[in-house]
């Protein structure tokens, strides 16, 4: 009986051994599931029994079995949704089809959580509803030329009206803006025209630029010539001037060496007839002789008869 009691004993006891082991391992196991890691650019919003308790940011958390919960996870990232396009009207009653890209981002993951049901749902109704009223205060050819101040506008009324919801609207764009087909087919018209205008001007400006530049180069090509010719009649001159003082100065050196020379006045007396030879025979009428050469100039006259009668005297010789 002892033995018995011993057993069961020993058997109760390594039954409550592993029964222990296994309660301190689900336990483990418990909290290791219950620890938390939130990544950067993401926050937890918590909730205890039900009510919000708190916001867990990036880093390591635990979170209470049973009691806490992760009720969203928020990313707090800038976010980009593209909404469809929307039929919207302008003022002169013209009916387009707007789509929008918005550029928000969270700023309250509590509000964000429990302030709106579906949030994008809500931002797209928003926008849509929006863009309508202020096309609608707009005619069509403002509205196409107008997406700056249209944007401006849109940004402005959607932040303001999602601060409630944790979300601030940073910018909204308007993707792309269609008008009625025969609208468009108009506009591609007058884009066309538009085209063929500009084509035509900068053709007409390319052939006025080339006029332009054919008449500077003749104009340039003109002066080069006009310069050459100067430049050759400058050259002709100096040349000209350059013969005269060379003649001058070979003048003047002859008369410096005939001064050196001492000459005898009979020299000097055939040097002055040489000199009134060749001022007769210029084109002057009236020639003045110096007297002293007067009396060499008789002489002259005399030899000339004398040998103009020689020839005459041998030839009555001959015919004798």
């Not at 650019?41 to 880093?59: H, K």
């Amino acid at each position: 009986m002892p033995i018995k009691m011993l057993v069961f004993a020993a058997a109760t006891n390594l039954t409550g051994l592993v029964i222990l082991l296994l309660l301190v391992l689900l336990i483990l196991i418990v909290l290791v599931m219950n620890i938390k890691i939130v990544p950067q650019a993401t926050v937890f919003v918590i909730e205890r029994l039900g009510a919000y308790y708190t916001t867990w940011e990036t880093g390591l958390h635990f979170k209470i079995p049973f009691f806490d919960r992760i009720s969203k996870r928020v990313s707090i990232k800038e976010q980009v949704v593209d909404f469809k396009p929307q039929p919207v009207i302008t003022k002169d009653n013209v009916t387009m089809q707007i789509d929008t890209v918005v550029f928000y981002q969270i700023t309250d993951a509590k509000l964000f959580t429990y302030g709106v049901e579906r949030p994008l749902s809500a931002i797209e109704n928003l926008t849509a509803t929006t863009l309508r009223n202020i096309i609608g205060e707009m005619e069509l050819d403002s509205t196409l030329t107008s997406r700056d101040v249209i944007n401006v506008k849109i940004t402005s009324i959607l932040d303001t009206a999602t601060d409630k919801w944790g979300i601030k609207v940073n910018r909204v764009e308007l993707k792309n803006i269609l008008p009625p087909r025969e609208i468009q087919d108009a506009m591609e018209k007058q884009m066309k025209a538009e085209r063929e205008r500009r084509e035509t001007m900068l053709r007409a400006e390319g052939e006025k630029r080339s006029q332009i530049l054919v008449a500077e180069g003749e104009k340039e090509s003109a002066i080069l010539r006009a310069d050459a010719v100067k430049e050759a009649k400058i050259r002709e001159a100096q040349g000209e001037a350059e013969a005269v003082l060379l003649v001058q100065k070979a003048l003047a050196d002859s008369i410096h060496m005939l001064n050196e020379a001492n000459p005898s006045e009979s020299v000097l007396k055939l040097k002055s007839y040489e000199a009134f030879t060749k001022a007769a025979d210029g084109k002057a009428t009236k020639i003045i002789v110096p007297s002293e050469i007067q009396s060499l100039s008789s002489l002259v006259t005399s030899i000339k008869e004398v040998a103009s009668d020689v020839p005459a005297e041998v030839e009555k010789s001959d015919k004798a």
